[in-house]
Nanobody
Framework: VQLVESGGGVVQAGGSLRLSCAAS????????LSWFRQAPGKEREFVAG?????????????HYANSVKGRFTISRDNAKNTVYLQMISLKPEDTAVYYC?????????????????WGQGTQVTVSS
């Protein structure tokens, strides 16, 4: 599956952005999708994920890093093969390249090695 992110940019602290990740080449509804980010000089870290799972009760379960809970919201639109990351109340420490990742695992994993498919990333810069 191929992933292409968009929606990054420069925003002032307290502002909002919505990132999009368009997928192609696979059965979108069968992938768990997550966002990771990498700030300069730091390791890539998990931000948020949304599962696909096989059961109705598990489908679409979300998981967030503590640092973004209450500020970021991940969602998916299977009809558009797109996953979104709505970000509000942005802080300078949110500045990073944001990556979309996909896996066939049925639950959200927070480690990079579980995700074989990655986008090219989109830059988010939050100015103080």
């Amino acid at each position: 599956v191929q992933l292409v992110e968009s929606g990054g940019g420069v925003v002032q602290a307290g502002g909002s952005l919505r990132l999009s990740c368009a997928a192609s080449g696979g059965t979108f509804s069968g992938y768990t999708l997550s966002w990771f980010r990498q700030a300069p000089g730091k390791e890539r870290e998990f931000v948020a994920g949304i599962s696909w799972a096989g059961t109705e009760t598990d489908y679409g379960k979300t998981h967030y890093a503590n640092s973004v809970k209450g500020r970021f919201t991940i969602s998916r639109d299977n009809a558009k093969n797109t996953v979104y990351l709505q970000m509000i109340s942005l802080k300078p420490e949110d500045t990073a390249v944001y990556y979309c990742a996909a896996t066939t695992w049925v639950i959200v994993h927070t480690i990079l090695e579980k995700y074989p498919y990655w986008g090219q990333g989109t830059q988010v810069t939050v100015s103080s």
